[in-house]
């Protein structure tokens, strides 16, 4: 598999799972050790809303090496 694809493919699976977990309030996602620090700071739905945000823009980072936008590192922005 071509490297872009499989960080695109990581980053679009990445930002699904962190958005539709957080969308859903999903205990095992937000009473997680790392995630309990925002919810402290933001309160639950305030974490979720921030973990929604991270999602999507995850999803657009993803979709951004998929279709060449944003270029991985090392790699020519014009050829």
Same mark, same amino acid.
């Not at 960080?7 to 958005?19: E, T």
């Not at 657009?60 to 790699?75: A, Y």
């Given at each position: ?8 493919? +990581?980053? $679009?699976?990445?930002? %699904? ?10 205990? @095992? /996602? ?16 305030? +974490?979720? $809303?921030?973990?929604? %945000? ?10 951004? @090496? /998929? ?13």
């Amino acid at each position: 598999m071509d490297k872009q694809i499989f960080i695109s493919l +990581a980053c $679009i699976i990445a930002g %699904l799972f962190s958005s539709i977990c957080a969308g859903m309030d999903f205990d @095992f /996602f937000m009473n997680h050790r790392k995630a309990r620090f925002f919810v402290k700071i933001l309160g639950r739905n305030g +974490a979720r $809303i921030l973990y929604v %945000l991270l999602g999507i823009a995850m999803i657009i980072v993803g979709v951004g @090496f /998929f279709t060449g936008i944003i270029p991985l590192q090392g790699e020519p922005v014009f050829q």
